[in-house]
């Protein structure tokens, strides 16, 4: 069963800075599309960095300049750097696996940014 299991979360000042892990397991990583995604009270959940693969980037344009994702094949993991930290940023944050279509999530990490 694959498991993904983001880690990092916590409570950051704005301007602050988080980083948030996904350590995944059970699957072909280097073969997965990655994407860390965010659902804050009362709204759906969405897309906030996406790497291919073949390490091909698109970020949401709310974090584009704050935020980097980068993945690590050899260590089956992908990260989120966050910089610049806005209130706006707290939710739950939750790392995605996909390929072939079937994605795959992890239990999410909270991210609370206070002003």
């Known amino acids: 069963q694959v498991q993904l299991v983001e880690s990092g979360g916590g409570l950051a000042q704005a301007g602050g800075s988080l980083r948030l892990s996904c350590a995944a397991s059970r699957f072909v990583f280097k073969n997965a599309n990655m994407a860390w995604y965010r659902q804050a009270p009362g709204k759906e959940r969405e897309l906030v960095a996406h790497i291919t693969r073949g390490n091909n980037i698109t970020y949401a344009e709310f974090v584009k300049g704050r935020f980097t994702i980068s993945r690590d094949d050899a260590k089956n993991s992908v990260d989120l750097q966050m910089n610049s930290l806005k209130p706006e940023d707290t939710a739950v944050y939750y790392c995605?696996?996909?390929?072939?279509?079937?994605?795959?999530w992890g239990q999410g990490t909270q991210v609370t940014v206070s002003s």
């Open positions: 995605q696996a996909m390929w072939f279509g079937v994605s795959n």
